[in-house]
């Protein structure tokens, strides 16, 4: 709205961008000794502040846990780097050693899938806690 009011001060007209395609999601539930996680990160700008977060449920859907943290100055694909290996941190903590990790950064996934370590330096000690736990 701000940016709007700004455009308007200026006497310029915005012109809003179309629509996305809206996708119906249905959730899958995990098999029934495992528990799903859906974790998901995001920054304001290049880099800014921003926040980190997840949901734990089990085959029945029932909330199991979650957790929602701030985030200093980062970019984008390192908070949801965060986001997963937060989500990996926790569930090693409470003993969910059979965990259904979903995402929507497919490069987050690969690099996890490969137990690769070339991440950005700010989220490497996180990272590498995180590679460890699922090894």
């Known amino acids: 709205m701000d940016c709007l009011l700004i455009l ?3 006497s310029l007209q915005g012109r809003p961008s179309k629509s996305s395609t809206i996708k119906s999601v249905i959730w899958s539930p ?3 000794s495992w ?4 974790t998901d990160g995001t920054a304001m700008d290049f880099p800014g502040f921003g926040g980190c977060g997840g949901i734990f449920r089990n085959y029945r859907a029932f909330l199991k846990g979650c957790f929602a943290i701030p985030l200093s100055q980062v970019f984008e694909f390192e908070a949801e780097l965060l986001a997963a290996s937060l989500a990996i941190n926790f569930a090693w903590k409470y003993g969910w050693h059979r965990l259904w990790l979903e995402s929507n950064s497919s490069y987050m996934v690969q690099l996890l ?11 490497r000690q996180a990272w ?3 590679i460890f736990q699922i090894s």
Do not use: G, L
């Open 8 to 10: 308007r001060r200026f």
């Open 30 to 32: 995990p098999a029934p």
């Open 35 to 38: 528990i799903k996680v859906n």
């Open 113 to 123: 899938s490969s137990h690769s370590e070339m991440v950005p330096w700010r989220v």
């Open 128 to 130: 590498q806690r995180c």
